[in-house]
């Protein structure tokens, strides 16, 4: 702000340096604004998706884990089939209960799913049963 000889402000000087500085104060009170809004409208949808991912994963192993453990028994009860699927069973099994059910931050949950749904099409495959729903063999997927 400009100073006269004796130290006052010119009020005219004064009034532009406003309207002057206006602008820059608005466009960063309204960039901070608009990243807060945007930053809780990104946590609302990531809650939000996290919900309904979660809720479709879970779905999905629990599934798995039914289909798997029903076929466990009957087969534990008829050894017609041999080992070799009972085995396969078991590794579904094994591969379900390591999924660990609380952990945010489980990184390989990806890789893991495609690992139990392959194993699980080979126990579909060992049973002679299809994993597909609306196939002409007996349907057992969702």
């Given at each position: 702000k400009m100073a006269t000889a004796r130290g006052h402000v010119d009020p005219l000087d004064a009034a532009f340096d406003e309207i002057f500085l206006a602008e820059e104060r608005f466009q960063t009170q309204g960039y901070q604004e608009g990243?807060?809004?945007g930053k809780q409208a990104g946590l609302e949808e990531g809650r939000v998706m996290g919900i309904s991912n979660g809720r479709a994963v879970g779905s999905e192993i629990g599934f798995y884990h039914g289909f798997a453990c029903s076929w466990k028994v009957i087969l534990?009860?008829?050894?017609?089939?041999?080992?070799?699927?009972?085995?396969?069973?078991?590794?579904l099994l094994e591969m379900i209960w390591r999924i660990p059910i609380q952990n945010a931050e489980y990184g390989s949950l990806t890789e893991d799913m495609d690992r139990i749904r392959a194993k699980f099409r080979q126990v579909c495959s060992l049973l002679g049963v299809s994993p597909e729903v609306g196939s002409t063999k007996t349907s057992l997927s969702f």
């Open positions: 990243f807060e809004l534990e009860n008829d050894p017609s089939r041999g080992p070799r699927v009972l085995k396969a069973i078991d590794a």
